[in-house]
């Protein structure tokens, strides 16, 4: 796989590194090639049970997409440019939002656009004290591509997002808490130990519970709640014949650790 993204595993966990420093991490065609390739490869791989997405370096999680390769497709023409860089943007994303296995964001720096909409799409985000986010597309004249005005309202309401996505005025780890943007903010040095310790605590549960509480939840959001009861009905009826439900079962009762096979 390309440098652009490095993939560490250890202890059943994945960690993912955007890397291109130099450029505060921003998301080229290739790194966005490279993180759909890698999500392929993890989903299908039995021994990861969750993934870290951070930044390298000490500056950025990523500032956003690569404006000055974008630019070119925008030159090219419309179709160009959605083709080349707002689907290849949204299907990121999207892939991240629905992946069976839960991904966590660990967000060590600035979180631009595009950064900041990897953030949304994750499952959970822990926030370095350090990072500073911001939804600056209106500065170049465009709106965010890659969810950014789907998420974030949905997330932190229509009215506190619009005065973000029309401003373009960053904001801080606090303001991205009270949003929902993130669910904690931690000292910088203790990031990437949190965001192990949040993945262990999920990975100590069947991670066929993991992926059907997943897929209800991100399915249902974009449902009315009667339908939405009938993904989370669906789910558990996928689950009522699996061992984990009964080990689970079995353990409760027993008052013994329950002993989850992924079966």
């Known amino acids: ?10 202890e059943g966990i994945a960690i993912l590194t955007l890397n291109r420093p130099e450029k505060l991490n921003a998301i080229n065609y290739e790194m966005a090639d490279t993180l759909l390739a890698l999500l392929d490869v993890l989903e299908a ?8 997405v951070t930044g390298a370096g000490d500056k950025a ?12 497709s ?13 689907r290849r943007g949204q299907a990121m994303t999207a892939r991240m939002e629905a992946f069976s296995k839960p991904i ?37 004249g465009m709106p965010p591509t890659f969810g950014g005005t789907q998420r974030l309202s949905r997330l932190g309401g229509r009215k506190r997002a619009l005065e973000l996505l029309l401003t373009g005025d960053s904001f801080s780890p606090a303001k991205a808490f009270e949003m929902g943007l993130v669910n904690r903010i931690v000292p910088h040095v203790e990031l990437m130990v949190t965001a192990r310790e949040v993945a262990t605590s999920i990975m100590r549960h069947s991670p066929l519970a993991v992926a059907s509480i997943i897929t209800a939840v991100s399915r249902g ?14 789910q558990f009826a996928r689950m009522a014949p699996t061992h984990d439900l009964r080990e689970g079962l079995d353990a409760w ?9 992924g079966r």
């Not at 979180?111 to 004290?129: K, P, Q, R």
């Open 221 to 234: 959001l974009n449902m009315s709640i009667s339908e939405g009861l009938l993904v989370e009905s669906e």
């Open 61 to 72: 999680f990523s500032a956003g997409a690569d404006i000055a390769q974008f630019s070119e």
């Open 104 to 140: 966590i964001a660990a967000v060590n720096g600035l979180a631009f656009g595009g950064g900041c909409e990897i953030t949304e799409a994750v499952h959970i985000a822990i926030s370095s004290d350090k990072a500073i986010f911001a939804k600056p597309e209106i500065k170049l």
């Open 253 to 261: 009762i027993g008052r013994r650790a329950p002993s989850f096979s």
């Open 1 to 10: 796989m390309s440098a652009t993204v490095i993939c560490e595993a250890s």
């Open 45 to 52: 791989d039995n021994s990861v049970g969750a993934i870290i």
């Open 74 to 86: 925008v030159r090219i023409g419309p179709s160009t440019a959605v083709r080349e860089f707002v």
